[in-house]
């Protein structure tokens, strides 16, 4: 365990030879994705234990409360900052919400249906669920990326193997951990960022050691696959919109 | 069963010495097999507790089509088609449960349905095994590598290690995203570097050139199937 600290506070503080010793290591994509769980458990456990304070009393109210805000405000809800540049005339807005009304009273219809297993089963379900669901999706887009990353890294003269990327990029979750105190107004916010830019500059290290590439080549391998989605993303679009002209 | 499970949790973190190991044990491929059947049968059996879990938490489907039909039919919309046009109700209420059957299908559980997982589970992993482990095969031997068919087959079936993310799926709802995809897919490159011994570049290429085969493949018979069904509806 102490090994393990010992590791998460060098590379925190950015100590190279943390990195270097890291990725040398024989379990060095273990030990990542141990210490990236361990902070995503950490982190995500407050929120989950918080559901399930509130198991049984809230979740239909919650539910009512979700549709009635929906309804107040469909455009909003439905478009989130974009309806900001969107403008719908007043009566299509209220056709809209006529529309949406019958929806509200369903949901509660929803709500008091019968099921096999009691409802606190469900919730208690659920909320593991999304717990689980939430720390797998985010190992996923980390691993895609730092896959990505090291097929860029490679292309510029990178010299890293998918054991040792996966593992020493894992470190990024380090000041992740601040995310704990994300419930404090403000402040916690505050920290998630301050956590979002230190992570990114241990991923910057991290790419740079394990690769041997200097930091002007290391952003550009971080930032190509960024660019190449965006690439796609917009021929794609052009594509379908091609498509659509000729259809 | 235990020595299984410690060579597929090597394998996991990409390391090239299980992978070397079932390269170089008597019997690659039947080792590589029981592997596959064992982790396969894990997870269908976590599969279909999570699908029974699921179908405990889940309302009637009947009760939910029948507050979803009565709530299109509350809408203005509904009510001036349905004065407007001759037999609206009856063509729309078919339609609804057409489309509901083919929805509930996929979203609501039933007991049945969960435990066969415990046997589509295992079959569809040995197809994908065998799929892939000939495609993977063709382009490693293509791009110069040195394994036989059985030793491919046996390394490429340590490959479906991180198929052990999905017993996650005891959970009901629990999605992987791209996890397991990306896990799997650097499984097999390491497992065809280490194989068939050949360099980065041509283990990256030989990996992901079945990817590129089978989606062209699914993309060819999905344009099929479109067709016919539009061409069913439309008929």
């Given at each position: 365990m102490n090994e393990w600290l010992k590791l998460a506070r060098d590379a925190a503080f950015l100590k190279t030879d943390a990195f270097t010793d890291h990725a040398e290591h024989e379990d060095v994509m273990k030990r990542g994705i141990l210490i990236f769980l361990a902070i995503a458990l950490l982190v995500g456990l407050i929120p989950l234990f918080s559901d399930f304070a509130g198991v049984i009393p809230s979740i239909a109210a919650a539910r009512q409360a979700q549709v009635e805000a929906f309804l107040s405000d469909p455009i909003g809800s439905l478009l989130g900052p974009a309806a900001a540049f969107v403008e719908i005339p007043p009566d299509v807005q209220q056709g809209i919400i006529e529309n949406m009304k019958p929806w509200a009273d369903t949901v509660a219809r929803f709500n008091s249906l019968l099921m096999p297993f009691p409802r606190f089963i469900k919730v208690i379900l659920e909320s593991l669920g999304d717990f689980t669901s939430t720390i797998l999706k985010g190992m996923g887009s980390w691993m895609l990326y730092a896959v990505l990353v090291l097929l860029f890294a490679k292309w510029l003269g990178g010299k890293a193997n998918i054991q040792t990327m996966l593992g020493t990029t894992?470190?990024?979750?380090?000041?992740?951990?601040?995310?704990?105190?994300?419930?404090?107004?403000?402040m916690g916010p505050l920290l998630g960022l301050a956590a979002a830019i230190w992570g990114l500059v241990i991923y910057v290290k991290a790419v740079s050691i394990v690769n041997e590439l200097p930091t002007g080549k290391t952003i550009l391998a971080m930032i190509l696959p960024i660019l190449a989605g965006i690439v796609l993303v917009i021929v794609l679009n052009l594509l379908i919109a091609a498509l659509s002209a000729a259809g | 069963m235990k020595e299984s499970f410690v060579i597929a949790w090597n394998a996991l973190f990409l390391k090239a010495a299980p992978y070397h190991q079932l390269r170089d044990s008597e019997k690659p491929f039947l080792d590589g097999l029981k592997l596959l059947l064992i982790i396969a049968a894990a997870v269908g059996i976590a599969r279909a507790v999570g699908g029974i879990l699921n179908w405990g938490i889940s309302p009637s489907p009947d009760d939910v089509r029948e507050i979803i039909q009565e709530t299109i039919k509350e809408q203005g919309w509904y009510a001036e088609s349905s004065g407007a046009v001759e037999d609206y109700d009856s063509v729309f209420n078919e339609q609804f449960d057409m489309i509901f059957t083919g929805i509930s299908m996929i979203t609501f559980s039933t007991v049945g349905g969960s435990l066969l997982n415990v046997i589509t589970t295992p079959v569809t992993a040995l197809l994908v095994w065998l799929g892939w482990g000939l495609l993977g095969h063709l382009f490693a031997r293509i791009f110069g590598g040195d394994a036989s068919f059985k030793q491919t087959y046996g390394v490429t079936a340590l490959?479906?290690?991180?198929?052990?993310?999905?017993?996650?799926?005891?959970?009901?709802?629990v999605q992987v995203g791209w996890l397991v995809f990306i896990w799997t897919m650097s499984c097999r490159y390491v497992a065809i570097k280490s194989g068939h011994h050949i360099k980065w570049g041509r283990a990256l290429t030989a990996t992901l050139l079945p990817y590129v085969v089978i989606g062209l493949l699914m993309a060819v018979a999905g344009g099929v199937g479109m067709a016919v069904f539009i061409q069913g509806v439309s008929s």
């Open positions: 894992a470190l990024f979750m380090v000041p992740h951990i601040l995310n704990v105190l994300a419930f404090i107004p403000i | 490959a479906i290690s991180p198929m052990l993310i999905n017993l996650t799926a005891l959970i009901p709802g």
